[in-house]
């Protein structure tokens, strides 16, 4: 099982829909959760902490499930420029060393 | 914002060369990181660095790697003999409390 799984789509969604992303990690011990936005070619950059009592950040909103090792990202009002790669990644451990997924892929059209 | 910076953008070499990878962390942050990333694939661990000294590295960050901070500000990736398969975008990345911020990247091409 893969450390980090994310389904890598794309996902073709027009302006204004609402879309979301789900995750899910193998390691229990895992203790930080973020999702972070990647555009090509270009460095990832973070969106937004995931807490377990969930949390939101304007348009965006992620959600935890320890149970369940699941993540959550939903992002409403989709704008053109949310189109990116978004990655799920898990802390792991006291080195602090970060694991990714593969990354889901939006793209939002006119 | 503070940033992350690294140099230079693009190194080509050829296979068996040394090339040095170099970051400029945010300045209070106290851990450091490098990643990479082979074109079409994920972002991959490669190795940490806290209080001056490597601790916790991946399987990739094998002898031939090295990164050493040789002054308050720099913080250097070494590659000692190229192969091929180093070719990626190498992620340099910094954290003071949660959530790490990488730099722009290096990408190397290997020939």
């Known amino acids: 099982r893969k450390e980090v799984e994310q389904d890598p789509g794309p996902f073709n969604v027009p302006e204004g829909a609402t879309v979301a992303f789900n995750c899910t990690y193998s390691n229990s011990a895992s203790q930080s959760f973020f999702w972070y936005r990647q555009d090509c070619r270009k460095e990832p950059k973070l969106l937004m902490s995931v807490y377990s009592s969930g949390n939101e950040d304007g348009r965006f909103t992620a959600q935890l499930n320890r149970a369940s090792q699941y993540i959550s990202l939903l992002i409403r009002d989709s704008k053109l420029s949310d189109s990116a790669t978004y990655l799920c990644v898990v802390n792991t451990g006291g080195g602090n060393k970060l694991t990714f997924g593969t990354g889901t892929q939006l793209k939002v059209e006119l | 914002e503070p940033e992350v910076t690294q140099t230079p953008s693009h190194q080509v070499t050829q296979m068996g060369q040394e090339v040095i990878l170099r970051c400029v962390p945010i300045s209070n942050h106290l851990y450091f990181y490098w990643y990479r990333q082979i074109l079409g694939q994920k972002v991959e661990f490669l190795v940490s660095f806290y209080n001056n000294e490597i601790s916790e590295k991946s399987e990739i960050f094998d002898d031939q790697f090295s990164v050493e901070r040789p002054d308050g500000s720099n913080f250097t990736l070494k590659i000692r003999s190229t192969k091929l398969e180093d070719s990626a975008m190498y992620f340099c990345?910094?954290?003071?409390?949660?959530?790490?911020?990488f730099g722009p990247g290096t990408r190397l091409l290997v020939l």
């Open positions: 990345a910094s954290r003071a409390g949660t959530g790490s911020t």
